[in-house]
């Protein structure tokens, strides 16, 4: 069956501190790979993705990416966390065009 | 700038009542999602369409809807609200040449 896991629910790291976010997926083809953010009562905005070529991806607001097939991760980092990344991070899979599949998402806290 | 609209970011509705929620979007884009959010559990897909008057079931149908007679708009409709479609609703849209979807911010519907 096709699904993504995000195995923590909830995360507080301190400002300042790097953060990685775990994403495992289980899917038959090749994936399209996505992080999104939301944040209280917004929408969900594209950090970054992954369709094919150099497996570490850099996104908006200096988030980067690594998708290693061996493993079936697509793992979300920043080396230094700012106040303003509190939010719900997804990590979703799909076909080209299709439906995607999402983690049930990880709340990030910040610590000042 | 892409952009997709919901008709409202706070709806309240009575138990029974026939509950309308608007999605536009001005990218041209052929596929239309709509998804609930829920806490804990991520992104469910309700449904979806890939054309005008085209639509598919995605994982939890029951109780829901679809309208889409013209490309740039899907509608969900509630044909009887009930207390457990009480949730955040959220649509999105995609082009066919790759599936990163941009979602709209959300409509917060609360059924009484």
């Not at chain 1, 594209?46 to 570490?56: N, P, Q």
């Not at chain 2, 740039?72 to 040449?97: K, P, V, W």
Request: aromatic content about 12%.
């Amino acid at each position: 069956a096709q699904s993504v896991t995000q195995p923590d629910i909830h995360i507080t790291v301190s400002e300042g501190a790097s953060l990685e976010l775990r994403c495992n997926y289980s899917y038959g083809a090749t994936p399209y790979l996505f992080w999104y953010v939301q944040s209280p009562g917004q929408g969900l905005q594209l950090l970054l993705k992954y369709f094919s070529g150099d497996t570490l991806v850099q996104g908006i607001k200096g988030f980067e990416a690594e998708f290693k097939r061996s493993q079936s991760s697509f793992n979300l980092r920043k080396p230094s966390v700012h106040w303003s990344d509190a939010a719900e991070y997804f990590c979703a899979v799909g076909p080209p065009g299709g439906k995607l599949i999402f983690g049930q998402g990880t709340e990030l806290s910040v610590k000042p | 700038d892409v952009k997709v609209t919901q008709s409202s970011r706070y709806l309240v509705k009575r138990t029974g009542e026939k509950v309308f929620l608007e999605c536009v979007q001005d990218m041209d884009h052929e596929n239309m999602f709509w998804y609930r959010q829920d806490p804990g559990l991520g992104l469910r897909l309700i449904y979806f369409s890939y054309d005008v008057k085209m639509k598919e079931k995605g994982d939890i149908p029951e109780g829901y809807s679809v309208s889409r007679e013209k490309k740039e708009r899907f509608s969900l409709i509630l044909e009887s609200a009930s207390t457990n479609q009480t949730s955040m609703y959220l649509c999105a849209s995609t082009g066919q040449e790759y599936n990163e979807q941009f979602f709209g911010p959300g409509t917060r519907l609360t059924v009484l």
